[in-house]
């Protein structure tokens, strides 16, 4: 299971030469900046010209030599660029006092205010590796085996930085290594009515969180393997995401439910979206509206859509049904375009009315073949219309009754693609199995056929061939 729910706010490794290691005598002559947003890595870097006298030893350390500055722009050109680059963002960087002291200075010489979150690279080395002696960049790039295009020059070292990071996440998982930087930024900007405690009390396990506002109305639910860093991570996005930063603003009280695992947390999460109804989810879907294509044959041998409507859909149940469309509108809509695609006939769709043995519309502008005056054979049209569809196809229930899918702990009761409920133990899947309370949810219908398809056969037991629930309960323990 991948946590791909968890967001990192956005990191900017730095990294910096200068010209000595005071920050206030000293001065900066190179910056290297490379941004990690969303996995993406965008680059800056310049060289500066510090007008101040570049040490020998310096010189063969960096390789930057006073020639190669002095045509730069100085600190205060760039200093709106720079501040851009790392505006918002968590700045990142090995002895991170070092760099962060020198580019703070530099703003308040010219009077602007500089105090990004700051995270240093040897504090995350220390906490990860605490086996290793040293923490210095040439033994972290020797105990990782990272990869050196340009050693202290700043956009080198900087990529150094990206790489460690890098190997933090594969080694650790984004879970893992999330709680190690809020550890090292400390406190994150809690939401103005939320206390540390609050958050603390979220269990790092798999679940289902629910977030309310004032007078308990809820504004949003979510799920997650790991309930804290994902509250967590909505809280650190509000610094640089508007509607997270909206969200932030808003919410007074937050509760959860663990679950069994992930499977039942997504099943979760949709029932009690709909349920519930918060404000801030952009997901919600109205399901009155839900329906579907049904190939029927007619006498004629013609294969003809008739459009379901929500009152009498019954997935699961129905064969030959194609969907599902969210309104009438779109349900038309995508048989227009299966229609104009395959170059199959409107008339014959019921999308155009036209006299019998009459051409369609589309046939005079040629683009219906003319199955509706025989050039082409009903069951060549029916094969076409079938084969366009296929990847909406809403399959019958393919089992004979109902069947649990083990999630953890806990067993999730699934008949004609509807949860029926959850059970922990004989008694309860015994009494779930049995009940015919098929409330069709499209979300739920969804998680569960991708469930169903990948899940391993020992963890899927079919009810509906056992004489009582309770003996194949048993039987995969
Ligand atoms: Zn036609």
Not at 30 to 59: C, H, M, Y
Not at 231 to 248: C, D, G, I, P, Q
Not at 291 to 308: D, K, N, Y
Not at 446 to 469: D, E, F, P
Request: hydrophobic letters at 40%; one cysteine or more.
């Amino acid at each position: 299971m991948k946590p791909t729910d968890i967001e990192f706010p956005v990191l900017a490794f730095v990294d910096i030469e200068t010209t000595g290691g005071n920050s206030e005598r000293d001065r900066i002559t190179e910056i290297g900046i490379k941004t990690l947003a969303n996995g993406r890595e965008t680059v800056w870097e310049s060289l500066l010209n510090p007008q101040a006298f570049i040490p020998q030893n310096i010189q063969r350390l960096t390789g930057i030599t006073p020639e190669m500055v002095s045509g730069q722009p100085p600190f205060e050109e760039l200093a709106l660029q720079i501040k851009r680059e790392l505006e918002g963002k968590i700045f990142v960087a090995h002895n991170a006092r070092f760099d962060y002291g020198f580019i703070k200075a530099s703003f308040k010489r010219l009077g602007l205010d500089f105090r990004p979150k700051v995270l240093c690279t040897v504090k995350l080395s220390r906490l990860l590796f605490p086996q290793q002696a040293r923490h210095n960049l040439d033994t972290i790039v020797a105990a990782h085996g990272l990869m050196v295009s340009a050693r202290h020059r700043a956009l080198g070292d900087a990529d150094l930085l990206v790489q460690f990071w890098r190997v933090c996440e594969e080694t650790f998982g984004k879970a893992r290594l999330f709680e190690a930087l809020n550890q090292l930024l400390g406190s994150v900007s809690l939401p103005p009515n939320i206390s540390q405690s609050v958050i603390d009390a979220i269990p790092v396990s798999t679940g289902c969180y629910i977030f309310y506002g004032e007078h308990h109305a809820p504004l949003y639910i979510g799920k997650s393997i790991s309930m804290r860093s994902r509250v967590m991570s909505h809280f650190n996005s509000a610094l640089t995401v508007r509607k997270e930063m909206k969200l932030s603003q808003q919410v007074h009280h937050i509760e959860w439910i663990e679950t069994g695992g992930e499977l039942s947390a997504l099943v979760l999460e949709a029932k009690l979206i709909k349920e519930r109804m918060p404000s801030a989810n952009i997901k919600l879907r109205r399901s009155k509206d839900l329906c579907a294509w049904q190939l029927s044959p007619e006498p004629s041998g013609l294969q003809r859509p008739t459009l379901i409507t929500h009152k009498y859909l019954k997935p699961g149940f129905q064969d030959n049904l194609y969907g599902l469309f969210p309104n009438k509108k779109e349900a038309m809509g995508y048989l227009a375009a299966v229609a104009k695609k395959y170059q199959l006939c409107e008339a014959l769709l019921g999308l155009e009315k036209v006299e019998e043995g009459k051409p369609c519309f589309g046939y005079q502008v040629k683009q219906c073949q003319g199955a509706c005056i025989g050039k082409v054979s009903l069951a060549v049209h029916n094969l076409k219309l079938q084969t366009s569809l296929q990847l909406y196809k809403v399959p019958v229930w393919p089992f004979k009754g109902a069947v649990a899918i083990k999630d953890g702990h806990s067993m999730l009761v699934i008949n004609k693609w509807c949860y029926l409920g959850t059970a922990t133990d004989h008694d309860e899947l015994d009494a779930i199995a049995q009940s015919e309370n098929f409330d069709f949810d499209l979300d739920i219908y969804k998680v569960v056929k991708k469930a169903i398809a990948g899940s391993h056969k020992a963890n899927l037991l079919n009810l509906g061939n056992s004489q009582r629930a309770e003996a194949s309960y048993d039987a995969i323990g």
